[in-house]
């Protein structure tokens, strides 16, 4: 877990004691409702937005990537993934913001084209100092290109 300590008035120093790992929304979805997903050990994190997306998903139902998978379940597990998507276990953990934005808008000044998704991903990494798992459909798009200009470590997860 993230330990915060007064450096001074004007910083903040992050102490972790443990591995991190960011996981993105489809592999939050997949740990969710059962699925095997091979993480390495230590604390599981996400952001706040994927978190939001997994549960819009969970709620809305249909076909998509994120909501696809809950659909697929029967009934009484359905409910109780939903549960688990409303209600996030204990071992997953959401960054605390005030952390997190400061680092989103040093980020920002670097990457300008991030959109916010991405955005508070590689600043959460960033401050948790957490390798940031990533679905399939996530390591095709930009964030990955990003993660490395950033000094970010990262990897490639398939649930199963």
């Known amino acids: 877990k993230a ?20 996981v993105d929304d ?11 997903v091979k993480l390495p050990k230590g604390d599981v994190w996400t952001t706040g937005i994927w978190y939001y997306r997994a ?20 009934a009484a597990d359905q409910a109780t993934a939903l ?4 209600h ?11 952390l997190v934005i400061p680092e989103m808008a040093r980020v920002h000044q670097r990457q300008p084209q991030l959109n ?3 955005l508070e991903a590689v600043s959460a990494a960033r401050v948790l100092n957490a390798t940031v798992t990533l679905s399939p459909g996530s390591a095709s798009g930009i964030l990955p290109g990003i ?8 990897k490639f997860v398939t649930p199963t």
Request: proline content about 6%; some cysteine; charged content about 15%.
């Open 83 to 86: 549960q688990a998507m409303l």
């Open 55 to 74: 549960c819009r998903a969970a709620i809305s139902g249909g076909s998509g990537q994120l909501s696809g998978p809950f659909t697929g379940l029967p």
């Open 88 to 98: 996030l276990p204990d071992h997953i953990n959401i960054p605390d913001p005030r």
């Open 116 to 118: 916010l998704v991405n």
């Open 147 to 154: 993660l490395t200009a950033e000094s970010v470590t990262q």
């Open 3 to 22: 330990v915060t300590s007064a450096g001074s008035r004007s910083s903040l120093t992050l102490t972790l004691r443990t591995s991190n790992t960011l």
């Open 26 to 36: 489809r592999l939050l979805v997949a740990l969710l409702i059962g699925e095997r």
